[in-house]
């Protein structure tokens, strides 16, 4: 199984950003998704996820501001982020709890890099 995330780039404060990261493989089952990200020198931190069934969890800096969402038949996780500010400049990272192969296990896709600068 590997996760493949896109949708990186650059833009100004205030602007928006959606990323996307699909999962791809034979006879998986996909549990929760999330977005963690990373910026240089701090620890990698939890943005959002999100269970099967739809519930959601957001990191407290991001709340009220970032989406996440999900498309199961696509094995697909979205993250709608609005109002970007330069501190959420950082490495951005997919994550999934995959069940394959009658193991589960965390998976990561390989970071799309977000900077918000003017």
């Known amino acids: 199984v590997q996760l493949q995330a896109s949708g990186g780039g650059l833009v100004q404060p205030g602007g928006s950003l959606r990323l996307s990261c699909a999962a791809s493989g034979s006879s998986f089952v996909i549990y929760s998704m999330a977005w963690y990200r990373q910026a240089p020198g701090e620890k990698r931190e939890l943005v959002a996820e999100?269970?099967?069934?739809?519930?959601?969890n957001y990191g407290d800096s991001v709340e009220d501001r970032f989406t996440i969402s999900r498309d199961n038949p696509k094995n697909t996780v979205y993250l709608q982020m609005t109002s970007l500010k330069p501190e959420d400049t950082a490495v951005y990272y997919c994550n999934a709890y995959i069940l394959s192969r009658g193991r589960a296990n965390d998976y990561w896709g390989q970071g799309t890099q977000v900077t918000v600068s003017s």
């Open positions: 999100i269970a099967t069934g739809g519930n959601t």
